[in-house]
C-alpha cells in the first residue's frame, strides 16, 4: 500500500476512533442531564463511529498495510446546552468531512482506484450524518429556551434520526 495512502487511512482510525469517544462523552452528558432520547441518539452514534473506525482497520489489514491505533485526547465532557452538544457534533461531522475528502484527493493523486472505491462508503455516510447533524441543530435554534420544545425534542429525536437516515 502506498504509504501516504496508508498514513491517511490511519489518521482516518484515529479520527473515527476520536468521534466515537467525543459521542460517548456526550451521551454520558445527555443522560446525567435527563435527556434520554439524546443520550440514546449519542449512544448509538458512538457505536456507528466505532463500527467506521474498525471497517477502516480490516480493510487496512486486508491490503497488507500496518494499522497504527492512536493514542486519544479527552473528549468534551461538560456542555452548556443542548445548542452546544448538537454544535459540537455537527462541528465534528464537518471535520470528519473535509478528512475524507483529503484521502479521497490524495487516491487520486496516486491513481489508488481501489481505496477510492472503498472510500465512497464513507462519503455517503458522510453526506447523511452532516445533513442530520444540520437538521437536528436547525430545530433546536427554532426551539431556542423553550423547556417544552427540548422535552419534545429529547422526546421524538430518535424518530426524526430514523427519518433523515431512510
Ligand atoms: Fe464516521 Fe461520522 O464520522
Redesign the pocket.
Known amino acids: 500500500m502506498n504509504t501516504v495512502i496508508e498514513g491517511l487511512l490511519n489518521d482516518q482510525i484515529k479520527?473515527?476512533a476520536k468521534?466515537?469517544m467525543q459521542y460517548l462523552a456526550m451521551a454520558s452528558w445527555a443522560d446525567a442531564s435527563g435527556y434520554n432520547g439524546v443520550a440514546t441518539f449519542f449512544y448509538n452514534?458512538s457505536e456507528?463511529?466505532r463500527l467506521?473506525?474498525t471497517k477502516l482497520v480490516k480493510f487496512v489489514n486486508e491490503r497488507g498495510g500496518q494499522v497504527i491505533i492512536s493514542e486519544l485526547e479527552k473528549p468534551k465532557a461538560v456542555f452548556e446546552s443542548l445548542n452546544e452538544l448538537f454544535e459540537t457534533f455537527l462541528s465534528?461531522?464537518i471535520f470528519?468531512?473535509e478528512q475524507?475528502n483529503k484521502v479521497i484527493f490524495e487516491c487520486l493523486q496516486n491513481k489508488d482506484y481501489n481505496v477510492h472505491n472503498f472510500m465512497q462508503w464513507?462519503v455517503t455516510?458522510?453526506l447523511e450524518?452532516?445533513a442530520l447533524a444540520r437538521t437536528l441543530l436547525d430545530k433546536l435554534t427554532i426551539i431556542g429556551g423553550d423547556k417544552s420544545g427540548q422535552y419534545l425534542f429529547d422526546r421524538d429525536i430518535n424518530t426524526i434520526a430514523a427519518k433523515n437516515t431512510l
Open positions: 479520527y473515527e468521534a466515537s452514534q456507528e463511529e467506521h473506525m465534528s461531522e470528519v468531512t475524507i464513507y455516510e458522510q450524518e452532516e
